[in-house]
């Protein structure tokens, strides 16, 4: 199956459901798209003044659909989610029963190969004297001077030096980060739910740091991929905290995600369907207690694939 990531990105949409298809309606032009519910992942709102009907509310819902709703700046501000099911009666119970010394092992793992993939950036962008491996392989890995160092190097890289900015974001390049980690979210907070994980416990972070601590625990590995995504954007577009170049920067996110490719096994999926995998490999390992041999997204391994009018091109 085909999944979609759904960006309503035009003022005055109104948003119905009719025969197992979506439709959205611009008032301002008159025009109508459709799309099969089923075929839908996500749909990202970023943009005032759409509407939905509450019958399309329910169905996206019913159909593991989640909805993100961002504000005026296009900062993400909420979710709209089906609600949580239990999936396999032991990962619920072992989940709940919070192993410390399986969490420990699983974060140890997750915020390593954060930052390999993080190194990797850096790598493939061309920042060759970069300090991060000394920094992965230390005997105590302390997060914090990896991100400081990761960040210094990559905005060098793509502009110029800034800081980083998680929250309310002023510069272009931040802004179009913490949209893109927000996509990423949101696709994982589905796959939590769909496979019977609680989101609102964490593996490291807690819920009182965040109210879906699981989201955020989960997303760390593949938050580099976003980064190098950015770079790849910046090539083709200026740094304007314009609507224009946000717009295209909405466009451009969705597109990797489908385009972009990680072998697994015997196969090769999609990003946006990798995701899944990851998801149901945290959940059998919270069912066995054991983390040794998960699934965990490696950058390295991601090749770029296109199929247009069924002419196939591959870029490793």
Request: charged share 25%; aromatic share 14%; glycine share 2%.
């Amino acid at each position: 199956m085909s999944y979609h990531i759904l960006h309503i990105t035009k003022a005055g949409s109104y948003i119905s459901i009719d025969k197992g298809l979506l439709f959205c309606n611009i008032k301002s032009t008159n025009e109508t798209y459709k799309l099969a519910i089923d075929d839908i992942k996500a749909v990202i709102v970023c943009t005032p003044a759409v509407s939905f009907s509450n019958n399309a509310i329910a169905s996206l819902l019913k159909h593991n659909v989640v909805i993100q709703h961002c504000d005026r700046m296009f900062q993400p501000v909420g979710w709209s989610v089906p609600l949580a099911r239990i999936v396999k009666t032991k990962v619920f119970k072992h989940q709940i029963e919070q192993n410390e010394e399986f969490s420990i092992q699983l974060w140890k793992k997750i915020v390593k190969q954060k930052a390999i993939n993080q190194a990797a950036v850096l790598d493939i962008i061309g920042f060759d004297n970069h300090n991060l491996y000394n920094l992965i392989n230390k005997p105590l890995m302390n997060e914090a001077n990896i991100a400081k160092q990761y960040w210094h190097d990559y905005f060098f890289m793509l502009s110029e030096p800034i800081k980083r900015e998680h929250r309310n974001a002023q510069k272009f390049e931040n802004a179009c980060l913490n949209y893109g980690y927000a996509i990423l979210k949101t696709i994982i907070y589905r796959s939590i739910l769909i496979h019977g994980l609680l989101p609102n416990l964490g593996i490291h972070h807690t819920s009182n740091y965040k109210t879906v601590p699981l989201v955020y625990d989960l997303t760390e590995p593949f938050r580099a991929f976003i980064d190098l995504y950015l770079y790849n954007f910046s090539k083709n577009y200026p740094y304007e905290f314009e609507e224009e170049e946000i717009q295209e920067w909405i466009k451009f996110i969705p597109n990797c995600l489908k385009d972009y490719r990680i072998k697994y096994k015997e196969h090769s999926y999609k990003i946006i369907d990798i995701i899944d995998i990851y998801i149901e490999e945290i959940a059998n390992a919270f069912s066995s207690f054991d983390s040794t041999n998960i699934f965990l997204p490696d950058i390295k391994q991601q090749y770029l694939y296109k199929d247009t009018q069924k002419n196939r091109e591959y870029e490793e």
